[in-house]
């Protein structure tokens, strides 16, 4: 599997995320999910730490924050056709690139993902209101951070 040098910020990728309702009794994920690389922070060290935002078709509790992804968009990704929700107020932190990446063939239909990790970006102006989400989320105090492989 193709794993690119340095994290796309902006692009989806197929990752093993845990979600905050796992993290007490877990130390990885339960399955692979499709998720949104949304910053990357040079650390010291070979590493780069990535943050990731989980998208599921579970829809989310009236506590949780979230945006529900566009059809059109779903279907540009290649994703199944349930509708899904990307998280905006929880995220996981890992060192790119972590052990967690997989294949993005486990989750999308598109031609130029196969082989590679990562699925396609999303479109500037949507993922500048993801970005605005999370902002929210941490001024609101209502962003969960697991960290996982550093």
């Not at 999910?33 to 989980?54: D, H, N, Q, R, W």
Request: contains cysteine; positive net charge.
């Amino acid at each position: 599997m193709k794993i690119p040098a340095v994290p796309p910020i902006g692009h989806v990728v197929a990752y093993e995320y845990l979600w905050a309702s796992q993290a007490d009794k877990r130390e990885d994920g339960v399955k692979t999910y499709p998720v949104a690389l949304v910053m990357a922070k040079e650390v010291e060290g070979p590493s780069t730490l990535t943050y990731a935002l989980g998208i599921s078709h579970k829809p989310p509790s009236k506590d949780e924050r979230a945006l529900q992804v566009p059809v059109k968009l779903q279907k540009w990704l290649g994703l199944d056709d349930q509708p899904c929700w990307i998280y905006t107020g929880q995220m996981n932190v890992f060192a790119w690139p972590g052990p967690d990446l997989r294949p993005a063939g486990y989750l999308s239909r598109r031609k130029d993902a196969e082989g590679s990790c990562v699925i396609a970006p999303l479109p500037t102006d949507w993922f500048e209101t993801v970005k605005e989400h999370v902002l929210e989320s941490h001024r609101l105090k209502k962003l969960n951070i697991q960290k996982r492989t550093a």
